[in-house]
């Protein structure tokens, strides 16, 4: 997708530049996807809370963001009357 703003050296090797505490882990996810069988599908790692917004806009701009977000704690069949704070129409 961004072939063309990816910088170059004069022999065409691509230049990630990238802080190492951003880019090994990326480094690190891919070689854990590239071994992973089909059935796995290794999460994202966590970075340093110093390092993740840089962390954020690297995987937008590779297009690697997650999927889809995993939400715990949600209950199922709630009656709304039940739910404190909301009203009914």
Do not use: H
Request: with cysteine; charged share 30%.
């Amino acid at each position: 997708r961004y072939e063309e703003q990816l910088d170059r050296d004069k022999n065409g090797n691509v230049f990630l530049d990238y802080s190492p505490k951003v880019m090994m882990p990326l480094i690190e996810y891919l070689r854990l996807r590239r071994d992973a069988s089909l059935e796995e599908s290794p999460s994202l790692p966590e970075v340093e809370e110093s390092q993740r917004k840089a962390w954020q806009s690297m995987l937008r701009f590779f297009e690697l963001m997650e999927p889809c977000t995993t939400f715990s704690g949600i209950q199922l069949d709630v009656k709304i009357s039940e739910l404190k704070g909301w009203t009914m129409f």
